[in-house]
């Protein structure tokens, strides 16, 4: 039986030997288009904060994932970690160099099923390595592979998150969890995947939790540029959809809506 996380790979890289037939040579994923997105407000009336008040400080714990790619013209292997800081230990990774409960933090990509069932039916190796999307889609043939990336990524800080909600128990509300990344995801198809992070978001906040979601390079994202979005915010006379995108509109609504501002 492999021993930790260094076993559970090169057990993984033996399986993979028996793959036969070629996979396509990796190519960039086309850029995803802002208007096939529906963004809506969801409550009628908006609701602004105008001051944090008097409310005590939380202490953070920070979740970040981040995945990797390696492979050949007969398979591809997905490898994703995650940290967690500020929870008990002060930082805790997955995986570690040692013993490691039952994550899939690895996943595969090959020409047919019949490596990927294999795998998926292997006592050890299903525990760690996905081979299918959590919408039961196998990773062959030309399956996008920066879904793929995101599928392993994702679920471990999905799982990551639900590791906080079992050990914060009541004392949550001392608490508040950063997370990399949109809170709520536009996925598309990846209805699964978005669903389980939807779920364990809501198990934290059920505990007093809020979960923050910290969000970068969005100066290219236009989801937020819809006609219905400007003028819920008394914005299309101001901005003009053409020459619009999320940063500018996020940085109107908040010089409208900060104390003393004369334009609300």
């Known amino acids: 039986m492999p021993s930790g996380v260094l076993g559970i790979f090169n057990k993984l890289l033996t399986s993979l030997t028996t793959s036969s037939g070629k ?6 994923a086309p850029p995803t288009e802002d208007q096939n997105f529906r963004t809506e407000v969801i409550n009628a009336e908006p609701k602004h904060v105008e001051g944090l008040g008097g409310a005590p400080p939380r202490r953070l714990i920070v979740i970040d994932g981040s995945s990797r790619r390696l492979g050949s013209l007969s398979f591809r292997v997905f490898i994703a970690g ?10 805790e990774l997955y995986p570690g160099l040692g013993g490691a409960p039952q994550v899939r933090f690895l996943a595969v990509k090959a020409p047919s099923e019949d490596v990927l069932r294999r795998i998926e039916e292997d006592g050890e190796l299903g525990g760690f390595v996905m081979v299918k999307s959590h919408d039961g889609k196998y990773f ?15 679920g471990l800080e999905t799982w990551a998150l639900d590791k906080v909600h079992s050990e914060l128990g009541r004392a949550g509300s001392e608490y508040a969890v950063v997370v990399d990344g949109p809170t709520y995801l536009g996925l598309g198809e990846k209805g699964g995947l978005a669903m ?7 198990r934290l906040e059920g505990l007093g939790v809020p979960v923050i979601g910290v969000v970068k390079r969005v100066e290219n994202s236009r989801k937020l540029c819809s006609d219905e979005v400007l003028s819920e915010f008394g914005l299309l006379d101001t ?4 020459h ?4 500018l509109v996020i940085q109107s609504i908040g010089s409208g809506r900060v ?3 004369s334009t609300q």
């Open 23 to 28: 996979l396509s040579a990796i190519t960039e």
């Open 82 to 91: 995650v940290a967690i800081y500020g929870l008990r230990p002060p930082i």
């Open 140 to 154: 062959v043939g030309d399956y996008n592979e920066d879904d793929i990336s995101d599928e392993v990524r994702m």
């Open 196 to 202: 389980r992070r939807v779920s364990a978001i809501g």
């Open 239 to 242: 901005i003009n959809p053409r």
């Open 244 to 247: 619009c995108s999320d940063p």
């Open 259 to 261: 104390r003393g501002s």
